[in-house]
T-cell receptor, first 115, second 109 residues
């Protein structure tokens, strides 16, 4: 079946512009995660959605970052007024449920370059 | 101090070697534990879950020590295809996942 998809796969933007990244999770997965991975570094947790519960936004680095999820489907991560330090791969993952030790399935990521 | 810390690496080993990675976590309320594998410029993929009693999957053995708050991964008879970055992952009971920075393994002929 279809895995997690993300779009765009690559995005080059000028400093100061807003960008919107999209994630389509696996159908039926109630949990959705966003991570950021800078070159040569580990995954940095950004935000976590579980069903209809309030999202865990504790990893968002600044108020320029926000994310939404429509029900248990598509999620968008928005970065306003992009800065060069926002350049990274943004990974989305989904799983069956956040309260159980289910495997996270990752999308291929969006590579963001801020010039 | 990071919530999840891994051996800094890199590990460079010959084919056939046995190699072990350790990972420590700081949140004693952590509930579930995993090892993921990430190939260069690819997304992470689950390697194995880590159970309290320890578990084995072929050449891979994972162990958990709750008292000392560490997790280990042992790879026996290393193959060239094992070359990758290995990520330790810890979940709280609220579902949030924390990834370690990873340990890079290179297996050489």
């Amino acid at each position: 079946g279809a895995g997690v998809s993300q779009s765009p796969s690559n995005k080059v933007t000028e400093k100061g512009k807003d960008v919107e990244l999209r994630c389509d999770p696996i159908s039926g997965h109630t949990a959705l995660y966003w991570y950021r991975q800078r070159l040569g570094q580990g995954l940095e947790f950004l935000i976590y959605f579980q069903g209809n519960s309030a999202p865990d936004k504790s990893g968002l680095p600044s108020d320029r970052f926000s994310a939404e999820r429509t029900g248990e489907s598509v999620s968008t991560l928005t970065i306003q007024r992009t800065q060069q330090e926002d350049s990274a791969v943004y990974l989305c993952a989904s799983s069956l449920g956040g309260l159980s030790p289910y495997e996270q399935y990752f999308g291929p990521g969006t590579r963001l370059t801020v010039t | 101090r990071k919530e999840v810390e891994q051996d800094p690496g890199p590990f460079n080993v010959p084919e056939g070697a046995t190699v072990a990675f350790n990972c420590t976590y700081s949140n004693s309320a952590s509930q579930s534990f995993f090892w993921y594998r990430q190939d260069c410029r690819k997304e992470p993929k689950l390697l194995m879950s880590v159970y309290s009693s320890g578990n084995e999957d072929g050449r891979f053995t994972a162990q958990l020590n709750r008292a000392s708050q560490y997790i280990s991964l042992l790879i026996r008879d290393s193959k060239l295809s094992d070359s990758a970055t290995y990520l330790c992952v810890v979940n709280t009971n609220a579902g949030k996942s924390t990834f370690g920075d990873g340990t890079t393994l290179t297996v050489k002929p």
